[in-house]
């Protein structure tokens, strides 16, 4: 089966190597980016989303307005806009940018980020909302008119003139390993996003989605996200690992000093239970730069030779991931490397009989 390649969009030149504040934005730099991942041949790119970051869809507008074939996972947070609103935004961009939108619904990422812009539901409830807000966005995408009584809304003669492009409706994105995220994700995504971890737990999570669509008379997709340092090799690869990692711990420190804050968006306690089991998972799943980071950010790393690191990734695709949303440490850089050296390989493995 044919794999999706995704990367993630920045608004200004920064990463964990080299942080700079979260609401500087770039126009010059957002340029660059997005030519190179049109030329490393990035199928779509993660618009992320926080409480103090510039916004996600004015940003993806101005993207599409840039780009000419790059897709789009918009990050998004039900509660704060009506999903009816939500549904004819995203539509007027898909129709906009001809069929390019996704949508990544984000329900909790932790309290403190969501009780920032005046919302104080528990985890449990923010996932419960998700579960009534995703149904609403398709029924607003099909142009039908419709009634609505539930939990979170109420809506009488909704309806939309304007419809997605894309046939079946914009596609939905959704992420979360608590029982009610597994349960809202098998019953309403179609692309279920995690994060990396060994191959084993990623099989059994998986396995759980799965298992909720089945309930639910449906299938879901997988996408799962991962940081990446290649080497031409393996001891190149993990010498460029040991030097990221210095970058990192130095700006770790640097921000400390200026008063700034690591993560915005909660700490990766997954990541921070699987660092117990020492920094090198399953040969070269590295969580060396997330330990470094305070497990605030996505940062395990799979590092080694293009070869090498294309078939780790494959081992995911075998257990039913089709999507990876890949970076590295350097925006620019590491797109056109991963884009000259790994996609190539994974499009090509991943069309080869199995």
Not at 165 to 182: C, D, E, M, N, T
Not at 253 to 260: F, P, Q, V
Request: hydrophobic fraction near 45%; charge should be negative; glycine fraction near 8%.
């Amino acid at each position: 089966m044919s794999i999706e390649i995704i990367g993630t969009f920045n608004h200004r030149e920064s990463s964990e190597a080299n942080p700079r504040s979260m609401g500087i934005v770039e126009p010059a730099f957002i340029a660059r980016l997005a030519a190179a991942f049109e030329a490393a041949d990035f199928d779509r790119v993660l618009i992320a989303q926080a409480a103090t970051w510039p916004d996600g869809l004015v940003f993806a507008t101005h993207l599409a307005g840039i780009t000419t074939r790059l897709r789009f996972m918009i990050a998004h947070r039900p509660g704060f806009v009506a999903p009816t609103l939500a549904a004819r935004q995203f539509a007027t961009l898909d129709r906009l940018s001809e069929g390019r939108v996704g949508v990544h619904i984000i329900s909790a990422p932790s309290d403190t980020e969501t009780q920032a812009d005046g919302d104080f539901l528990t985890r449990d409830e923010r996932h419960v909302r998700s579960a009534e807000y995703i149904p609403l966005l398709r029924k607003t995408w099909s142009g039908e008119r419709f009634d609505h009584d539930g939990t979170f809304y109420t809506l009488r003669g909704a309806r939309s003139e304007v419809v997605p492009v894309q046939a079946g409706g914009i596609p939905v994105f959704f992420g979360g390993q608590s029982s009610r995220a597994l349960e809202v994700a098998g019953r309403h995504a179609d692309v279920y996003a995690f994060g990396i971890d060994r191959l084993e737990p990623s099989a059994a999570l998986i396995a759980s989605v799965r298992e909720e669509a089945r309930k639910a008379g449906r299938d879901v997709d997988f996408c799962m996200s991962t940081r990446i340092i290649l080497g031409r090799t393996e001891a190149e690869a993990w010498d460029k690992a040991q030097a990221v990692l210095e970058d990192v711990r130095r700006g770790v420190e640097d921000m400390a000093r200026k008063g700034g804050q690591p993560g915005v968006l909660g700490k990766n306690e997954l990541a921070e239970a699987r660092a117990r089991e020492g920094d090198v998972l399953d040969e070269r799943l590295w969580v060396g730069i997330a330990r470094a980071t305070g497990f605030q950010k996505a940062a395990s790393t799979i590092v080694g030779t293009p070869d090498s690191v294309a078939a780790a990734l494959l081992a995911y695709h075998r257990l039913g991931v089709n999507r990876f949303l890949i970076s590295g440490f350097d925006p620019i850089a590491d797109v056109l490397q991963l884009g000259e050296d790994l996609v190539p390989r994974l499009r090509a493995f991943a069309a080869q009989p199995a």
